[in-house]
């Protein structure tokens, strides 16, 4: 992979003009060059968690960024990767910042993706919390099962087991209850202005 693009995030006065997804979401007090670390780490996680879900990995990102018009901001593959990359669990996490601007268009194709995954997304949780009370072993549900398997294994493969905030989720249990709430997540920003109360919410506890 060719990682000698160039590592400066974008701002806004390098995009000619914005898609009015983008301008939808407000920009929080904080330095737009440099989004705070936990908003990066929970994109990344919410970007894993619709990985895990369908198949299809970047390409699919960058297929939904072209169809948004987001192709400016999310322009190939390095690019994504770089972008990703900015979470700090990361194995090759890298030394850079992710802009608002970035951040805003990885939110908007999650947000995307989320909407067309919708009944899905319903469906495992649904099914996650009728085997949770009747007490049955997830595994025994092949679509949450491999759901989960998924996440798993691209969390493993992707992530720094000398973080801390890796060696927290030291045990499968522990990345399913993360799966799950990525989840939540996920189904939180398909509902009526669902994306801009995601956005607001990343930065929750970042800004007085």
Not at 79 to 94: D, E, F, G, K, Q
């Amino acid at each position: 992979m060719n990682v000698s693009a160039s590592a400066n995030p974008l701002d806004s006065s390098t995009v000619p003009s914005l898609p009015l997804m983008l301008e939808s979401l407000p920009n929080p007090p904080v330095d737009e060059r440099a989004c705070p670390q936990r908003v990066r780490l929970q994109i990344d996680l919410m970007l894993l968690a619709i990985e895990a879900l369908e198949l299809g990995g970047s390409e699919l990102f960058l297929a939904i960024a072209q169809e948004l018009e987001l192709q400016d901001i999310v322009k190939n593959r390095v690019n994504l990767w770089r972008m990703r990359c900015t979470n700090p669990l990361r194995r090759s996490h890298a030394r850079r910042d992710l802009s608002l601007l970035e951040a805003k268009a990885l939110v908007v194709i999650a947000a995307d993706l989320a909407r067309r995954l919708t009944a899905v997304i319903r469906q495992l949780l649904l099914t996650y919390q009728q085997m949770r009370d009747k007490q049955i072993p997830l595994e025994q549900n092949l679509r949450l099962s491999h759901y989960l398997e998924r996440f798993r294994s691209h969390f493993r493969s992707r992530m720094n087991p000398r973080r801390s905030g890796v060696l927290a989720y030291n045990s499968p249990e522990k990345l399913d209850e993360l799966a799950l709430t990525l989840l939540q997540q996920l189904l939180f920003c398909t509902g009526t202005a669902g994306m801009q109360r995601l956005w607001i919410s990343l930065f929750d506890g970042e800004v007085e």
